[in-house]
């Protein structure tokens, strides 16, 4: 077996700061890291690492108050017309109603793989902890370590799956009040800005052999019991969107991979 590498983040030695100027910062030591958007700009950094399967975790505390009309992305993405992606974004809305978590899958280029959720929590009074599980067999997304969605590799019904291409990991905080509260009916509200989201405790698990996934608690290919039940309670109770049960956007039939559950959960 080869064993797997773990290391905790210092985000002056994990990240690159890409665009937004002073809108984003390092401090703590390397320990915090803060994204802000405003009239004029949002911003972002990137991991200098690439990577192929491990385990992603990331702790946020997603902007507070009025956040409708922004965006914080936390993805691994790949480049170019092919690439592979992994998604998180969490969609602002008014103060008092809840963030809308959207995940998607991109493979080859192409996404439209959506799943939406609510959170079971405020998750802009506390950091909490987002993870992205990718192996050869599946990609698990998880909130607080519990499993909120399970992709798995589709490629027996020519599905294609993300397994050659290595990832960066990338996050920024932008505005997007064209289509991201209420379709784009609720427009950002400037008067509060700046709006800032700020990020603590990275890590990467990972695999040093592409054929051996992270030392993490979703070692094995399928989830135990435990996570299973875990997935379908957030599945039952906090999903608000799921592009498999979309028919009226796919008249000609769902994606292949939506016809067995057990790819796609």
Known sequence: M?????SAGNFYQDFDITWGDHRAKIFNGG?????SLDKTSGSGFQSKKEYLFGRIDMQLKLVAGNSAG???????SSQGPTHDEIDFEFLGNLSGDPYILHTNVFTQGKGNREQQ???????????HTYSIAWSAQHIIFLVDNVPIRLFKNAESM??????NQPMRIYSSLWNADDWATRGGLV???WSKAPFTAYYRNFRASTSTSTSTFSDSAFQTQELDAYGRRRLRWVQKNFMIYNYCTDLK???Q???PECKHSRFNL
Do not use: E
């Not at 320990?31 to 994204?35: A, C, D, E, K, T």
């Not at 922004?70 to 691994?76: G, K, N």
């Open 2 to 6: 080869v064993l797997a590498t773990a």
């Open 253 to 255: 039939g769902v994606p």
């Open 249 to 251: 956007r796919f008249p």
């Open 187 to 189: 427009k950002t509200d």
């Open 158 to 163: 020519g599905v294609p799956f993300p397994k």
């Open 70 to 76: 922004t965006v914080t992305a936390y993805y691994l």
């Open 117 to 127: 959720f609510y959170l079971w929590f405020d998750p802009t009074r506390n950091f």
């Open 31 to 35: 320990q915090l890291l803060s994204l």
